[in-house]
């Protein structure tokens, strides 16, 4: 088992919809949580980050998070061409590195 | 203020050669992560470093690869020998302290022919 699971997609939405993408975890002492967009060929870049159970909310992003169901996802509403990227869920267990998923290809269509 | 800034952003080099990457993160931040992307693949964890703590090298692939951190700031990541597999783009971070948002520079594209 994968200890940061996604959906390698691609996810396909229409503009203007909610896009909704989703990450398991297998380290129940995962403490904090971070989403990250990548463009082709670009660095990833931070969305999000999340420390308690439940939602927060920037702008069209909202992170969720559940702990015993150890799940955190991803919302984004009203969703734009420039949304398409893969994004990527990242966990970390205290003081150390981050553990990445593989990612989700999010494809925003016209 | 300023970003992680790597240099340099494209490196060719041949095989069996050894090759140095660098990293300056952002002022002020303590922790400094290493990790390589290959292409169409995830991001490994190679290195990270914690101030003055004595930095975790557990993802580091082979003993051909090593870092240093020099006062608490610049990284060099080395490459020593290199084979074709280590092609890969070289990403940088830094986050104020381990277990907080880190932020990643631009990256380095190693091409080992």
């Known amino acids: 088992q994968k200890e940061v699971e996604q959906n390698s997609g691609p996810l396909s939405v229409p503009e203007g919809a909610i896009a909704s993408l989703n990450c398991t975890y297998s380290?129940?002492?995962?403490?904090?949580f971070f989403w990250y967009r990548q463009y082709s060929g670009k660095s990833p870049e931070l969305i999000m980050s999340i420390y308690s159970n439940g939602d927060k909310e920037d702008g069209r992003f909202t992170a969720q998070l559940n702990k015993a169901s150890q799940y955190v996802s991803l919302l984004i509403r009203d969703s734009q061409p420039s949304d398409s990227a893969t994004y990527l869920c990242?966990?970390?267990?205290?003081?150390?590195?981050?553990?990445f998923g593989s990612g989700t290809r999010l494809q925003v269509q016209p | 203020g300023a970003g992680v800034s790597q240099s340099p952003s494209n490196k060719v080099t041949e095989k069996g050669k050894d090759v140095e990457l660098r990293c300056d993160p952002i002022?002020?931040?303590?922790?400094l992560y290493w990790y390589r992307q290959s292409l169409g693949q995830g991001l490994e964890f190679l290195i990270y470093f914690q101030g003055n703590s004595a930095p975790d090298k557990s993802g580091l692939p082979s003993d051909r690869f090593s870092a240093e951190r020099t006062g608490g700031s610049v990284s060099t990541l080395t490459i020593q020998r290199t084979q074709q597999e280590d092609s890969a783009v070289y990403l940088c971070a830094s986050s104020l302290e381990v277990g907080r948002e880190q932020y990643f520079g631009p990256g380095t594209r190693l091409t080992v022919t």
């Open positions: 002022s002020g931040h303590t922790a």
């Open positions: 380290d129940r002492g995962s403490q904090s």
């Open positions: 990242a966990v970390n267990r205290g003081r150390r590195a981050l553990t």
